[in-house]
């Protein structure tokens, strides 16, 4: 009798602005080897994907063989599940519609699953994370841009098509910035990187007050968050204004969804109480009463480094096999 192998191998691709990385994964989440390379070094598409379709090859035969792996789970921005494209993704560099799933199984020849990277970090805090064993939450990602995935009855909410969980894009005030998608006033103008040094510079542009920003030639999130570290007011003010912001758009989020906890993720997460504590206050202030002192604020336990990867991971199990290798 012909007994079918069960294959226990996935790989996990998270592809951020800066970085691509990509990893091997077993059926318990162990990453068992895993490599990067630079995502803007590719500006064209076709170049990216043959790259990235090689060195995934590259990597699964140095450890255990193509013949492993049963699938591959894909994060990237604005990218969308039920299509497997990325669709007018602002912060990349590659526009329009890109059939990414598509392209890399016809050079693969293995079944891939793409969804937005929000998407899989809520997959990921899920089976591994802050939100083991929640049915109801929201997973927010904070960083170049400003994205969430939505979680209800255990299972993600992607809309009609897709499209789902863009908090980033909801307008909290009107006819104000601009923002990347095009639209004035959203969320993510306010909350995301640029949004973070344009309320700094503002402040700067607006006071005289001494401040340790005056004297960074390129601000971050990061060293303004070092500056509150050391007791910088203008420092502290920008986080405040942010957390002020972001605690009312995730008031409003709330009071539809009613989650039990809301679970940050990203780098501008790792401003920490600078910025959830203003954020939390924000929020409870806004949020519909019966909500109030209800929503657990939880920061992601896991890895910055892994996160996207273990779930992208789980991304790739959800995905229905196939195979051009098939004994």
Not at 84 to 99: E, F, L, R, T
Not at 239 to 255: H, I, K, P, V
Not at 279 to 296: D, P
């Amino acid at each position: 009798m012909n007994q079918s192998k069960v294959k226990k191998r996935v790989v996990g691709v998270d592809i951020s602005l800066d970085l691509t990385t990509y990893a091997i994964v077993d059926v318990r989440g162990n990453i068992l080897a895993k490599d990067c390379f630079p995502t803007q070094d590719y500006p064209e598409i076709n170049s990216f994907v043959t790259t990235l379709c090689e060195k995934i090859i590259g990597l699964v035969e140095l450890n255990g063989g193509y013949e492993t792996i049963r699938s591959i789970g894909v994060s990237a921005h604005s990218a969308n599940f039920l299509t497997g494209c990325i669709v007018n993704a602002p912060n990349m560099p590659w526009k329009g519609v890109v059939p990414l799933a598509a392209m890399m199984r016809d050079q693969l020849g293995l079944a891939v699953a793409v969804a937005n990277n929000s998407h899989v970090v809520g997959l990921g805090e899920q089976a591994f994370g802050s939100a083991h064993g929640m049915r109801d939450f929201i997973a927010i990602t904070l960083g170049s841009g400003l994205g969430s995935s939505i979680f209800s009855d255990g299972e993600v909410n992607l809309g009609f098509n897709g499209h789902a969980g863009e908090i980033g894009h909801t307008c909290v005030e009107l006819n104000g910035r601009q923002c990347g998608c095009g639209n004035c006033g959203c969320l993510e103008a306010y909350t995301a990187r640029k949004g973070i040094i344009k309320t700094a510079n503002e402040l700067m542009e607006q006071s005289d007050e001494p401040s340790l920003m005056r004297n960074e030639e390129k601000l971050t999130p990061k060293k303004i968050y070092e500056f509150c570290e050391q007791g910088d007011k203008l420092a502290i003010e920008v986080f405040r204004r942010t957390g002020e912001m972001l605690g009312l758009g995730l008031a409003n989020y709330a009071s539809l969804l009613n989650p039990e906890a809301i679970i940050f993720t990203g780098g501008i997460s790792r401003a920490g109480r600078w910025l959830l504590e203003p954020a939390k206050r924000s929020f409870e202030e806004h949020v519909f009463h019966n909500i109030q002192g209800k929503v657990k604020f939880l920061l992601s336990e896991l890895d910055e480094g892994e996160r996207n990867v273990l779930g992208a991971s789980v991304l790739a199990w959800k995905v229905k096999e196939y195979s051009l290798f098939k004994d």
